[in-house]
């Protein structure tokens, strides 16, 4: 399995009841419209959940850096 992480969006488009992607490094996918639908449930409750990761994940650094900056010479 290919560990890349990918920053840029697939394509997508239809036609004739059929839906195509074409994705980065040569991604070329063909489903139905039943699957092209579970798919995009699945990819939108998986973002969130990624989004969600990296916010506590940032909130939790800023803790840190918070906790041990130096204190201010104000208190």
Same mark, same amino acid.
């Given at each position: 399995? /290919? +560990? &890349? #992480? =990918?920053?840029?969006?697939? &394509?997508?488009? *239809?036609?004739?009841? %059929? #839906? =195509?992607?074409?994705?980065? /490094?040569?991604? @070329? #996918?063909?489903?139905?419209?039943? *699957?092209? %639908?579970? %798919?995009? /449930?699945?990819?939108?409750?998986?973002?969130?959940?990624?989004?969600?990761?990296? #916010?506590? &994940? @940032?909130?939790?650094? *800023? !803790? !840190?850096?918070? !906790? +041990? *900056?130096?204190?201010? &010479? +104000?208190?």
């Amino acid at each position: 399995m /290919d +560990d &890349k #992480v =990918y920053d840029e969006r697939s &394509k997508v488009s *239809a036609e004739d009841g %059929i #839906v =195509y992607l074409d994705g980065p /490094d040569g991604v @070329d #996918v063909h489903l139905t419209a039943a *699957a092209a %639908i579970e %798919i995009s /449930d699945q990819l939108l409750e998986g973002g969130l959940t990624a989004q969600g990761q990296q #916010v506590e &994940k @940032d909130r939790e650094q *800023a !803790r !840190r850096r918070e !906790r +041990d *900056a130096p204190p201010s &010479k +104000d208190g």
